[in-house]
């Protein structure tokens, strides 16, 4: 909470976002908080799935097919991305292969720390380098458009 009003007070864009994120996985690294509970998670992921279920119309449903080309090609650039991240963390050990799998995934942190968790991987680091990610896509990122705009 304390990073969310922050990062608002600070007004750069996405700082409540950014800073409460920011904050959070630092506290997670400061303190031994060990997992959820499976029943919270399996509610965690009921509750995720029906937010998207809910939102999906017809119109949504129709519209998909001009999209298919396009949906294609992203998911075979993020799946080559994804593969070739995890094998240069492997390589290096860094991390193991489905640690940094899940890792490079494009969905966002909660979804991937709930989902990875059934799958025994290191959970701290993958929801350290999704957060950096969000971090960067929300805040940095926003920030050096508006640098590069200006020296233009």
Known sequence: MLGGLLGY?????????S????FSGLFKLRTN????PIQ???FAQILAGSMVGSSFTRE???????????AML??????LISYFY???NKHKNWLDFTSALFASCPAGATDIALISA???????????????????????????????????
């Open 118 to 152: 059934d799958y025994g991987v290191n959970m701290n680091s993958v929801a350290m380098i999704q957060i950096a990610r969000l971090i960067h896509a929300v805040g940095i990122m926003p920030l050096l458009y508006q640098f590069v705009s200006f020296l233009l």
């Open 74 to 79: 992203l998911i075979i650039i993020y799946l």
């Open 60 to 70: 949504v449903a129709t519209s998909l097919v001009s999209f298919f080309i396009p």
């Open 33 to 36: 908080i060990t997992a959820f």
């Open 40 to 42: 919270i998670r399996q």
């Open 19 to 22: 800073l409460s994120l920011l």
């Open 86 to 88: 995890a094998q240069i």
């Open 9 to 17: 007070l600070l007004g750069f864009p996405a700082g409540t976002l």
